[in-house]
Nanobody, 124 residues
Framework: QVQLVESGGGLVQAGGSVRLSCAAS????????MGWFRQAPGKEREFVAA????????VYADSVKGRFTISRDNAKNTVYLQMNSLKSEDTAVYYC?????????????????WGQGTQVTVSS
């Protein structure tokens, strides 16, 4: 069982930056692939970024490539999402997710554990 708690969301101006954190419980965090997803009002939850359990491989949605960076610190049981050059269309609730897997996981239905989400609002 893994419990995930996101933090770091808030209101930010377009062009600004914010870093989201996702703290995980459990002693086997380093064996979980992690992902970030987001959901805007009236839209489906969509993939943003994912990272392997070692941190050696990452994947990004085209819409955030070059602006967002996913990373993890297994010693702190935490995964991060650094978000730069934010746009109004990045406004959404951001969720982190965990899946027991050595591979990067990009499909939301493959994830077993989810956090409660954190709101990011980008003002233009």
């Amino acid at each position: 069982q893994v419990q995930l708690v996101e933090s770091g969301g808030g209101l930010v101006q377009a062009g600004g930056s914010v870093r989201l954190s996702c703290a995980a419980s459990g002693r086997t965090f380093s064996m979980y692939a992690m992902g970030w997803f987001r959901q805007a009002p009236g839209k489906e939850r969509e993939f943003v970024a994912a990272i392997t359990w070692s941190g050696g491989s990452t994947v990004y949605a085209d819409s955030v490539k070059g602006r967002f960076t996913i990373s993890r610190d297994n010693a702190k049981n935490t995964v991060y999402l650094q978000m730069n050059s934010l746009k109004s269309e990045d406004t959404a609730v951001y969720y982190c997710a965990a899946q027991y897997s050595p591979q990067v996981v990009t499909v939301k239905y493959s994830y077993d554990y989810w956090g409660q989400g954190t709101q990011v609002t980008v003002s233009s």
